[in-house]
């Protein structure tokens, strides 16, 4: 086991080479010793899934970043997988703190149980860990890439602001489960603000020509422009609009906020 240094297990959705997972391992470094376990291969839109073809394997491997040696986790599972296996058998214990990015794109509005970036960070929570889910906003073309066209140092920066404060217990957060939205003209200075998930979808799904049922085909997606007309408490508004750093305070509680009494007359007038 590693000194007494606080234990951050990284995970991501985009893989082990993803080159945002390794900005966010060297800023993480200066606050604790970091665990890197990653999906072997590209997870990205799995949510909190656990496929049952997932092979669960795990190879040690030894990288060098930046002329730092680290020793890493790649994992035959998904983000969600990926997490359990990094608590139960790679680190062994609960960690302390467990991030999961940086993911290339945004993970905005009603649509993050489909992030698998997220989806890690929920199965963190599900544990009783801290966890902070990290995106970047990038161009379209780079969503499921390893561009190193993008520039994740200031994504990086603010990864290790949130995780800082996500481990110190003294701190009465409420809620220690956060979402960070990170626009890509962002710098050190950019202000952050609390936000609400936005409950008009950001990503829609798109059409499709009709097609030969037989043969394979992904369904496309389109992203909303009109970005303006987002609630401006939501993370869409901020990040998109306000061009500000989106932190949302996440739960796993789904309960609707309904009153239980009246829902249960109106179920029993039908």
């Not at 990094?86 to 609960?94: A, P, R, S, T, Y």
């Amino acid at each position: 086991m590693p000194d007494t240094k606080p234990q951050i297990l990284l995970t991501n959705d985009d893989g082990i080479d993803s080159p945002g997972l390794w900005a966010a391992a060297k800023a993480l470094s200066a606050l604790g010793y970091v665990w890197v376990a990653a999906p072997r291969d590209q997870a990205s839109n799995s949510g909190r899934s656990m496929p049952l073809s997932s092979d669960g394997r795990i190879t040690v491997q030894q990288m060098v970043v930046d002329g730092q040696a680290w020793t890493v986790h790649a994992v035959g599972g998904s983000p969600a997988q990926t997490v359990q296996h990094g608590i139960l058998e790679i680190v062994g214990q609960k960690p302390d703190l467990v991030v999961s990015g940086i993911n290339y794109g945004l993970n905005l509005g009603n649509g993050i149980t489909i992030s698998g970036t997220v989806g890690a960070a929920m199965e963190a929570a599900a544990f009783g860990i801290p966890a902070l889910a990290v995106s970047l906003e990038t161009d379209r073309a780079h969503f499921y890439t390893h561009s190193d066209v993008v520039d994740f140092s200031k994504a990086a920066y603010h990864t290790a602001y949130f995780a800082e404060r996500l481990l110190n217990p003294d701190l009465d957060l409420g809620a220690r489960f956060l979402k960070v939205e990170v626009p890509n003209d962002a710098t050190e200075e950019t202000p952050w603000q609390l936000t609400r998930l936005s409950q008009a979808r950001f990503y829609i799904p798109g059409e499709t020509a009709q097609r030969d049922w037989d043969k394979p085909h992904h369904l496309d997606f389109d992203i909303r422009t009109d970005v303006e007309n987002f609630s401006p408490d939501s993370d869409v508004y901020v990040v998109m609009h306000e061009r500000n750093v989106a932190v949302t305070p996440l739960t796993l509680d789904m309960t609707a906020n309904v009153s239980f009494d009246e829902f249960e007359r109106e179920i029993k007038k039908g």
